[in-house]
């Protein structure tokens, strides 16, 4: 279902003012709804696409203030051959809601940083995208929306979510709403389909992107 609400929010990142700003598109929901298959659907169509967890993952191998601050809140044994280990960090955090609070404290403002500076580096190109999209899991619980110009909700029944990642993940009860997240999104899909009627999905908003 596509649902196009009339007003936008401006970012209040300050990018290069030129009429090839590209758009800015978050898409998020909830775990298991597939929205990793989305934002690959919106690069096939053309977005330059970036994940929030990919930033992540880059902040847990490279960064060697992240890598500091973890150490001195977990002890070396997090530490692996190659930076930070997720599997080690995410034994500590997701079982426990105040360390992952301190860790999600940690890493926001970081990858929003390195967003911000991905999106203002595509503007300052030659032939910049029309269109960005970057995959948010926790999107509306941190007040992300406001940097975008759309968002896209993609859901699915907690039966099918859960088929899709069956192991058990705590992070869920912290999220808001699938019936929230849809009313406040711009565009919505339920994806309990094929990837072929979530690519017309995707190419309908990338249309309505581009008008």
Same mark, same amino acid.
């Given at each position: 279902?596509?649902? !196009?609400? !009339?007003?936008? &929010? /401006?970012?209040? &990142? !300050?990018?290069?003012?030129? *009429? ?39 902040? $847990? ?5 992240? #890598?500091?601050? +973890? ?19 995410? %034994?500590?955090?997701?079982?426990? /809601?105040?360390? $992952? ?9 970081? *990858? @929003? ?6 999106? =203002? ?6 032939? /910049? !995208?029309?269109?960005?999209?970057? =995959?948010?899991?926790?999107?509306? =619980? ?10 896209? *909700?993609?859901?699915? &029944? /907690?039966? @099918?979510?859960?088929? #899709? ?8 009860? %912290? $999220? $808001?709403?699938? =019936?929230?997240? +849809? ?6 899909? *339920? ?21």
């Amino acid at each position: 279902m596509i649902r !196009p609400r !009339p007003t936008k &929010s /401006p970012p209040p &990142s !300050p990018l290069p003012t030129t *009429v090839n700003t590209p758009l800015a598109v978050a898409i998020t929901g909830g775990i298991g709804a597939g929205k990793s298959a989305a934002l690959e659907a919106f690069a096939r169509h053309g977005a330059a696409t970036r994940s929030s967890d990919e930033i992540v993952h880059g902040l $847990l191998r490279d960064d060697p203030d992240v #890598r500091r601050a +973890v150490v001195e809140r977990f002890g070396t044994d997090v530490i692996g051959p190659d930076g930070v280990d997720r599997a080690a960090v995410a %034994r500590v955090v997701f079982n426990d /809601p105040h360390e $992952l609070d301190w860790l999600e404290e940690l890493l926001h403002p970081r *990858v @929003v940083q390195e967003h911000d500076a991905w999106r =203002e580096e595509l503007a300052r190109t030659e032939n /910049p !995208p029309a269109v960005t999209v970057t =995959e948010v899991p926790l999107l509306y =619980e941190t007040g992300g929306e406001k940097r975008f110009d759309a968002v896209v *909700v993609i859901t699915a &029944s /907690p039966e @099918v979510r859960a088929q #899709r990642r069956p192991i058990a993940d705590t992070r869920e009860q %912290r $999220l $808001l709403s699938e =019936e929230e997240k +849809v009313r406040l999104a711009d565009y919505s899909y *339920v994806n309990e389909g094929t990837l072929e009627e979530l690519d017309a999905f995707v190419a309908g908003v990338m249309a309505r992107l581009r008008a």
